[in-house]
């Protein structure tokens, strides 16, 4: 995945923020506002983030899979930022593992209208489906050393984001140069100025 802190834009016109997982979107859905609270904005952010491929209707989405999302995003914040900060969460940890039991969607390939090949899903995916899928990818996530070892959290002051630092240093310090790197640089001057002026 790109290592650039802001993606497309959604299907509700908003910029994205890519943190290279999955798992790790689900989570940024959370900051600065809550991003998931509506069914419609659920069903965009399955879209943009390729949870599902588009145009996926998700017919059956409804308000329970708001409090669903909600609860898997809460714990996968909880766990990785724990493991993340050497203090693990058990409970975490054991509800993620609980909902990356069920089967996620079973994709398949179809024939675009250009002739190349598209993904889509075989039905209509139930929440059960696309939570499971979304808690394998923390799993997968958490278990694999390389992926794990580029797990950051951003520097910027106030700045829960947590993303996969795919630079080429492995030096990326916060989810977006232009948001809170910029913070960091205006804070920096203002600072030295003050300093200055002392």
Known sequence: MASSALGTASATSE??????????DLVATGHPDDRLDSVDRLRAWCTAAGLVPDPTPLRAADPGWLVDFRELRAHIGL??????GGRPV???????NSLAREAP???RAVRAPDGTLARALHTDPGCAALIAAVARDT???LTDPVARARLRQCEGDNCPLIY?????????????S?????????ARHRRRAALARA
Not at 15 to 24: E, I, K, N, V, W
Not at 178 to 186: D, P
């Open 15 to 24: 910029p994205r923020f890519d943190p290279g997982r999955l798992c790790l």
């Open 178 to 186: 232009e948001v809170c790197g910029n913070r960091e640089r205006v």
């Open 105 to 107: 969607p079973a994709p």
């Open 79 to 84: 766990l990785v930022r724990g493991e993340l």
């Open 90 to 96: 058990p409970v975490a940890l054991d509800r993620v």
């Open 139 to 141: 799993v997968d996530l």
């Open 164 to 176: 996969l630092d795919t630079s080429r240093g492995g030096r990326r310090r916060w989810c977006s």
